[in-house]
């Protein structure tokens, strides 16, 4: 079973900023795409940023110029270094992979979720 376990959240005044991190752990072959999503109260959970194939990027129109994906493919973890944040940034942030994985000594893709981390910013 893969896990996937988020770290750096938590309280900041509004222009602060914050680096979320999520390693990835398990019986992996290989990571295909990793990102971040959060959720608000009352809202739907949205795409914030992700990484594709040949770590291209993709960001949400509402973070481009102040958040950066980054992956570190060598220890199976992404970050998100969040700058300039706002009080609209405030969610649960969760991080996602779809990994090819060992089952049996055969490989499947699945998706995967972290159990979340809260950010809360502040005016």
Do not use: H
Request: proline letters at 2%; charged letters at 15%.
């Amino acid at each position: 079973q893969v896990q996937l376990v988020e770290s750096g959240g938590g309280l900041v005044q509004a222009g602060g900023s914050l680096r979320l991190s999520c390693a990835a752990s398990g019986s992996i072959f290989s990571i295909k795409t990793m990102g971040w999503y959060r959720q608000a109260p009352g809202k739907q959970r949205e795409l914030v940023a992700a990484t594709t194939s040949g770590d291209s990027t993709n960001y949400a129109d509402s973070v481009k110029g102040r958040f950066t994906i980054s992956r570190d493919n060598a220890k199976n973890t992404v970050s998100l270094q969040m700058n300039s944040l706002q009080p609209e940034d405030t969610a649960v942030y969760y991080c996602n992979a779809n990994i090819l994985v060992w089952v049996f000594a055969t490989l499947r893709t699945d998706d995967y979720w972290g159990q979340g981390t809260q950010v809360t910013v502040i005016s």
